[in-house]
């Protein structure tokens, strides 16, 4: 009997730890397939827009953390043209590299453990979510961010980094310790938290020993949703904040341009600020003096730099894109910018947009072309000679015969203030203002009121490239908002 009992417990036992070995091993698995998931969830969600990406191995950290190596994002979008003169710039110009990416989720293991049945997080609850890359280099001139950070160095981590310099159109790391820095890993970070039905958004390009960028936005959302399913979601941006915090890249850019190019570094200077200015009016925008003078002592010594504020009439994610790209997004913005003791808001105008001569390469060099060849000369660029491009019309109205611009419109100054709700009644006063327009069919469409009548109105909206004319029916009309 005694001996009987013996076996009968040795094999329970051993069905009792093999039970758990596989209890413990599927765990593991569920917990692992998770692991893959969000890694590849978190690459999706970073680099919308990247024709692919590609990771190493996947592994956990003592605290949870996600840990992959070896990222490799491929991008859908042409790269800049390179100097080919400049051998730094051979090899893959089409990519961008991290050495590993760790991702963390809050509770750590308890979040995997709290979603161990579903392996691929379809209906997991995620209130923050932190994407950290390390090592990351590029030949491509894009940041990590895809272009969401605006004009900032890919590399430098510094706003219009090569602006001013006639042989570049950006700079890769070589060329970093060729102006003498000796800069750190190049970090990328994005914290993303939930609550309320308000989503916070911040990034950080951070090259130690050249620059940093801190980038934060407020988004509002129609309903609460986990942060794993906000691509999906609607959003309106609230407000966004640039924050640079220069550590020695603006000297050492303007002494090796200015080498370069074989000018003093004040004319530098002056070219890199003119460079900017142009690029802006590709946008059809221009800033106020104070405003230029603050960017000018940054462009000559660098230090900190603040720009952003919030918007008189929220971004709504179906706009948020082409807002940018066509300048209004500024001009609806309430922005201030920041420099040392100098502070004040920024007053954006609106001007008819001029698209360089040469979209690729450097900017100043595009400036020579359109100035006839000629290097143009501090403070005096002469406007191109050729005429803005016929506008589109996106509609099945007649476009004018003869473009109007909002500097040949009757513009009195609106009796209420940017972001006050206009009905139709009020639209006649409105003439040659920006607007924001909401109608029943379509998403809201940020655009100037041309024309209107007790049945019609006819706005038209900027474009890459030149404006596209809609007509809009007094039935399809919702409301409108005054944006400048």
Known sequence: MGRKATRSAGGRLRWIVLAGVLAIGGTAWFVYAQAQRFAARSLSHVFTGARDTTMGRVWFDPNGDIVVSDILVYLSTPTLAPDATSASFAGDTNTLRFERMRVRAPGGWAFYLRNLLDTKLA????????IAFEGFTTRAGFDPSLGTLGPIGAMSASPFEAEGCSRHAFFVREELSAMGLDAGPAQFELTLREADSRVETRMV??????SRLQYDRVETLAAPTSLLQIDKAATSTVSERWDISDQG????RNAFCAKQDQIDEPTFVARHVMSVQRLLETRGLQADA???AAYRDFATNGGQLAFGGTYATP???????QARLNGSALLRMAARLEHGSQQGDVQFSGTTPRPLATADGA???AMTKENGG???SVGNVSAPKSAIPASPVASDATAPAKPQYASSLPSATPAMAPGGRLDWDDLPAMQGHMLQVFTMHNAPRTAMLISVDANEAHVRARMPGGFADYRITREAFLRATLIQ
């Open 315 to 321: 971004l709504h994610s179906s706009e948020r894109a």
């Open 123 to 130: 209906n997991a609850q995620l209130l923050e979510w932190h």
């Open 290 to 292: 104070q405003t230029v």
């Open 205 to 210: 390009l951070n090259t130690p020993g050249a």
């Open 363 to 365: 900017t100043f060099a």
């Open 249 to 252: 890249f603006v000297r050492a």
């Open 374 to 376: 000629t290097m143009p």
